[in-house]
């Protein structure tokens, strides 16, 4: 079975920076897409960044500029650089991954439990 662990969260200030980050564990053939998402209160989920097995990119146009997503390819991990936190960046951060554990078996979507982030002074 395999589990995302997410690390990090905590309170900021508007205008300071926090770093998640995220380890796939288990049995691992291999992994596709890690991404973050975040989810505000009383809305959905939605995409914060996702970064593929090729190093491509691509973020939600609120957090452009501002948040930088990698990744580190012998340990699973996937990593959010958040700079200039608003207090609408509040919310539960969620890591999320295509792993495949089995060369036959298809790619499967894992999800982390989630951390809380809040943007506060």
Do not use: H
């Not at 975040?38 to 491509?56: D, F, H, N, Y």
């Not at 939600?60 to 958040?82: H, P």
């Not at 991954?97 to 982030?117: H, M, S």
């Amino acid at each position: 079975q395999v589990q995302l662990v997410e690390s990090g969260g905590g309170l900021v200030q508007p205008g300071g920076s926090l770093r998640l980050s995220c380890a796939a564990s288990g049995t691992i053939f291999s992994i596709n897409v890690m991404g973050w998402y975040r989810q505000a209160p009383g809305k959905e989920r939605e995409l914060v960044a996702r970064i593929t097995s090729g190093g491509s990119t691509n973020y939600a146009d609120s957090v452009k500029g501002r948040f930088t997503i990698s990744r580190e390819y012998a340990k699973n991990a996937v990593y959010l650089q958040m700079n200039s936190r608003k207090p609408e960046d509040t919310a539960v951060y969620y890591c999320n991954a295509d792993v495949r554990v089995r060369v036959v078996t298809p790619y499967v979507e894992v999800w982390g439990q989630g951390t809380l982030v809040t943007v506060s002074s």
